[in-house]
């Protein structure tokens, strides 16, 4: 068991760090809600990926709409997450102990840097793509069956993980594998916390901006008739539910960015209250997508678009022209 009362300097590693809460009822109240949370995510993520293939060709995959693959990429993102994190917190509330062996704890910590790092990814490059939209009626080229999009937000989070795992910074935090509690916490601060930060300010001043021009657009839209009116529902449809994606990840992620910028400034003031709202609002990223799904959903259903290219085909919401590339 690590040693509560050994001093900064003679820290090697996480491993001498005490476990959060240890012989307390923090431990309990850190884990279990944790747990919960990690379970309903996981389901949810499930119940989306089952629903998705379900009313769709798997093999059309690629010419699904942008949202409806969105759907699909962030509950790969939410269902690989949860599982390395559901056993890292289960291995920890059972054991009482740090994760061992230490290869073990690299590995999840290295899952969570992969996942957490994508999705963050992945929903800046949907809120780029909202106000493209929105503001100048262009869409983002993916590039054929996505590289792209999927090289930048699960390629690049993978070398810079794989990375860090090299040089010895993932291991045990005290409360659970992610980037090492005493020698990875620089390198968790620039991989995590500084990015997350510009994308959740980024993220939430393009939300702002398209909410104002849909609500402006959207008054006009009412009093005009035609083709072209037609053909910006379409887009403001898109834009929609695409914005939701983007108020998910806020929700999602705030918590995190507020915990990350304290503990870096102040490691020992950080309140219990902020910790915990990380572990609640951080693992429930497969519901908020679940939610962003059925809302869409229920929308495709009760709109009946006159053009051909923006029919529904499925019980899936079809907001947008489907693509290529």
Known sequence: MPKA????????????????????????????????CITASFVSAVIVLVLSYKARNIRTFFKWTKSERFVVYLAVCDGSFNLAHFTDHFHILVTRDHVYPKPLCQFYGLMLAEFITAQNLMVNIVAINAFLLMYFNRNLNFGTKDYRLLSWTFGIPLVGAATAALLKQLGPNGSFCYFDGVTGNTTNFLF?????????????????????????????????????????????????SMSL????????????????????????????????????????????????????????LKTVNPTADCTVQS?????????TG
């Open 315 to 323: 019980n899936l919401p079809r907001i947008e022209k489907p693509e």
């Open 192 to 240: 995590t916390t500084v990015p997350l930060c510009i994308i959740l300010l980024i993220n939430t001043t393009l939300y702002i901006l398209i909410y104002r021009k849909l609500s402006v657009e959207t008054r006009r839209l009412r009093k005009s008739i035609g083709q072209q009116s037609r053909t910006m529902a379409a887009n403001h449809s898109a834009v929609r």
């Open 5 to 36: 009362n050994m001093s900064a300097g003679d820290k090697h590693d996480g491993y001498d760090l005490p476990v959060y809460g240890a012989d307390t009822y923090l431990f309990y109240s850190l884990h279990i809600p944790a747990l919960l």
């Open 245 to 300: 994606f983007v108020l998910a990840f806020i929700v999602q992620w705030w918590a995190m960015a507020v915990y990350g910028v304290w503990a870096f400034v102040n490691p020992d003031g950080v309140p219990t209250v902020v910790f915990h709202l990380v572990t609640t609002f951080s693992n429930i990223g497969g519901i908020l997508n679940l939610v962003v799904f059925i809302i869409i959903r229920k929308r495709s």
